[in-house]
């Protein structure tokens, strides 16, 4: 089972910031935030992932709270293309099946003009 | 760059036959490939990982005589539906990660048995 909670869906205004939140109040302490973003009818894309300090990338920023139980999945300008779904995945580093990727039902984010 | 090309894109073909789905890394090399399957307006469910040169390791409840993964090579896996039905008619998704990588993925074969 995914171990994260996330809205079932969102809107957004096109050219404004899209905060997507994530819960994962059990995460253990080596375990990684992993974002991956699913467009319709396409594999997933990876976005971005963090332990615990934030990250910054061409795509999104992701906070992660002090106490690592929850983050946040920022698009800062969001366009129609950004239009998809945001999964939220705990994932451990270390081999085996702890290191597979278990997808959620995520976010479905809706960016309107 | 973290490139998966996954071939076909699309497939249609008769009960009863067998299918095989291509997975390629094309800029890193993959040692750990994954196959995923995805059924309409529901999420991405975890088939079978599999290292280069080792037999693939399957979830719970998926058929390995069914469902044939091949990963000879740190670039290629395959997938190979055999005697498939309407039942087994999915979206099915490759990933791949190398050495403290991300996990990327191909954009799927949607696959529909008559």
């Known amino acids: 089972d995914a171990k994260t909670t996330q809205p079932t869906s969102m809107d957004c205004a096109e050219g404004r910031a899209a905060n997507l939140p994530c819960n994962h109040s059990?995460?253990?302490?080596?375990?990684?935030v992993y974002w991956y973003r699913q467009i319709h009818s396409q594999g997933p894309q990876y976005i971005i992932h963090g332990l615990k300090n934030n990250e910054t990338n061409e795509m999104a920023s992701l906070i992660i709270t002090e106490d690592r139980k929850s983050s946040t999945l920022i698009l800062p300008h969001a366009t129609l293309r950004d239009t998809a779904v945001y999964y939220c995945?705990?994932?451990?580093?270390?081999?085996?099946?702890?290191?597979?990727?278990?997808f959620g039902k995520g976010t479905k984010l809706s960016v309107k003009p | 760059g973290a490139v998966v090309s996954q071939h076909p894109s699309w497939v249609i073909c008769k009960s009863g036959t067998s299918v095989k789905i291509e997975c390629r890394s094309l800029?890193?090399?993959?040692?750990?490939m994954f196959w995923y399957r995805q059924f309409p307006k529901q999420s991405l469910m975890l088939m079978a990982t599999s290292n280069e040169g080792s037999k693939a390791t399957y979830e719970q409840g998926v058929e390995k005589d069914k469902f044939l993964i091949n990963h000879a090579s740190l670039t290629l896996s395959t997938l190979t539906v055999t005697s498939a039905h309407p039942e087994d008619s999915s979206f099915y998704i490759c990933g791949g990660r190398g050495s403290n990588q991300p996990q990327h993925f191909g954009d799927g074969t949607r696959l529909s048995i008559l």
């Open positions: 800029d890193f090399q993959a040692t750990t």
């Open positions: 995945i705990v994932r451990s580093n270390y081999g085996g099946s702890q290191g597979n990727l278990i």
């Open positions: 059990t995460i253990s302490g080596n375990e990684y």
